[in-house]
């Protein structure tokens, strides 16, 4: 956009110049009616009517006013005009990148849950195989128990038997 950062970039959205003074009357003022007379502490002061090269300038002068107010206003809503194509494009954009957002996450979630799913097995298989560990450590202990009763009762044995 061409008018970032200046002046322009500072005049609100929908904002319309002040009616300009509008062209001028070449005519000569008008005198109060004869009735009516100017309010107490006034006085009408005559104007004259202007020659034609002053008013050939005042309208030239009116004229260019004109159309300064009208390109300044002219160039103002093109600034709304632009920033209003930026709401819309960054509404868009916004709604597009809340729908890749939304997708990713999506395919994340659905990743964790393949994952976890893979752990569940892992772990699954390690309990099994801690469940068989603990058996043959049951058996072993067993097995140990009755080594020490056999080696109990030996040495019972050994002990009470007469000395000869």
Known sequence: RAVR??????VPAG???PPGPGPRSTAAPRLPSAGGGSPPGTSVI???PLDGQASRYFTSLDASIGGLQQRAQQLIDKVNDSRKEDHTMMSSFRESLLLKVSGLAEQLEEQLFHLYGLHNELIQERLQELEEVMER???AETELRQVCRTVEAAYRDLCLQPET
């Open 5 to 10: 950062g200046s002046w322009v970039s500072s």
């Open 15 to 17: 904002l319309r110049l």
């Open 46 to 48: 005559a104007a004259q």
């Open 137 to 139: 450590v049951g058996q």
